[in-house]
């Protein structure tokens, strides 16, 4: 029996299990970070926190008012002690969820370079095929062509890592005298 060739998965399946991967390696502690992200996130929850932050006050000044204790009087240290640890709590919960969102991300770009690199080899194959086949045509006349033969080589993907690598991040300063320089010699 012969191996059948690989029949490539319907659009979007990779991603897919990226996602449910990603999604059943997640704990308890981190989808409730993410849960908690997400409330934090929703667009109600800046008014929600302004109407809070003013009940609290209201109630204060009601209960003083009416010859009670208030529990925060002015200028309300209980209430800013609340702000300032809540927005300790969303900065990591943000964190958090971020570092985790960024894990995925890594993968997918990592799925993206697996298939580039696959497209890039099946691209040189095909290439490669056509001009064997026109070689071995008779109708059609021989001649070298030196860009289908580059192209039908494959990119090799640590030969363009290294370049990257070794490339200038900074492009060369094309006025090399500095301002200072010249306004001191005029």
């Known amino acids: 029996m012969t191996d059948a060739p690989d029949i490539p998965p319907p659009h ?3 991603t897919g299990v990226l996602r449910r991967n990603h999604a059943r390696d997640t704990s308890w502690l981190q989808y409730g970070v993410d849960r908690l992200t997400a409330i934090v996130g929703w667009p109600g929850f800046s008014p929600l926190l302004v109407v809070l932050g003013a009940a609290w006050m209201i109630a204060n000044g009601l209960a003083d008012r009416f010859g009670r204790v208030p529990w925060d009087p002015p200028p309300f240290p209980g209430l800013q002690a609340a702000m300032g640890a809540a927005a300790v709590l969303v900065a990591v919960l943000v964190l958090t969820t971020q570092r985790r969102e960024a894990e995925l991300s890594s993968q997918r ?3 993206i370079l697996e ?3 696959l497209s890039d080899q099946r691209l040189a194959k095909i290439i490669d095929l056509i001009e ?3 070689r071995d045509n008779p109708m059609i006349p021989s001649r070298p062509d030196a860009v289908a033969t580059a ?4 990119v090799d993907p640590h030969a363009v890592l290294d370049a990257i690598k070794s490339a ?3 492009p060369p300063d094309p006025d090399p005298d500095p301002p200072d320089e010249a306004a001191a010699s005029a």
Request: proline residues 11%.
């Open 12 to 14: 979007g399946v990779a």
């Open 109 to 111: 770009q990592q799925l």
């Open 115 to 117: 298939l580039n690199i």
């Open 132 to 134: 064997e086949a026109r």
């Open 151 to 154: 192209l039908s080589q494959p």
């Open 168 to 170: 200038d991040p900074l």
